[in-house]
């Protein structure tokens, strides 16, 4: 972090950092000192696939709707509070957000006009955000060969999908529709032959 500037008080070092957040620590020294922020709040985010399960991979981030900056970010809270697995710290001011949150093998999330009021609570979204998983056509948790099978019915025009659906069966980057290619590479992953899928590379 970039230090602005130091402000000595009675008892107390206050230091100002970036985006307007404080952190202090004791002027004594008394050993280990946990350093606490002073002027964010102090919010906690769960981050589960369709089916509960908690993911431990996942970047979750504020953005600030007029900048288009991030004013909050799990990277950045991590090397402060640490966080458990699947449960993500993010320090933030209060105000009006983006909320944008990726994970290794899932679609990115965007939630709209989220809100961090002045008691720290978080307005928009639950305790918990919700991913869904790349290849995961029929969005119950998991890859499979009915996942295949939707995706070579839907290239054949027997069936069709949704634009959820369809986002979630796109793993192909180099072509915009989906085709017997996602299936292929979908069908790939199931048999073990596929670590990830190109488009979350």
């Known amino acids: 972090l970039r230090i ?10 206050e230091i100002e950092v970036d ?3 404080t952190m202090w620590v004791p002027e004594k020294d008394v050993g280990a000192v946990e350093m606490k922020p002073l002027g964010l709040h102090e919010i906690n985010l769960i981050a589960r696939d369709i089916t509960g399960r908690e993911l431990s991979e996942a970047v979750i981030k504020l953005i600030d709707k007029e900048t288009g900056e991030a004013r909050a970010s799990t990277e950045e809270t991590e090397t402060l509070k640490g966080s458990e697995e699947g449960v993500y710290i993010l320090a933030a001011p ?3 957000f983006r909320l944008e949150a990726d994970h290794p093998g899932f679609l990115p999330l965007v939630i709209e006009d989220v809100v961090v009021n002045e008691d720290g609570g978080l307005e928009g979204v639950g305790e918990a955000v919700v991913l869904e998983r790349y290849g995961d056509v029929l969005n119950n ?3 499979g060969i009915a996942d295949v099978m939707e995706v070579l019915r ?6 069709k999908l949704d634009e959820d659906a369809l986002r979630r069966a796109r793993v192909n980057v180099e072509n915009e529709e989906v085709s017997i290619r996602d299936a292929v590479l979908i069908l790939q992953k199931v048999v073990g032959l596929l ?6 590379g």
């Open 94 to 96: 209060e105000g009006s």
């Open 141 to 143: 948790g998991e890859v």
């Open 154 to 159: 839907y290239a054949a025009g027997l069936d």
């Open 195 to 200: 670590d990830e899928f190109p488009v979350s």
């Open 4 to 13: 602005e500037h130091l402000l000595f008080e009675t008892a107390e070092m």
């Open 19 to 21: 985006r307007g957040g």
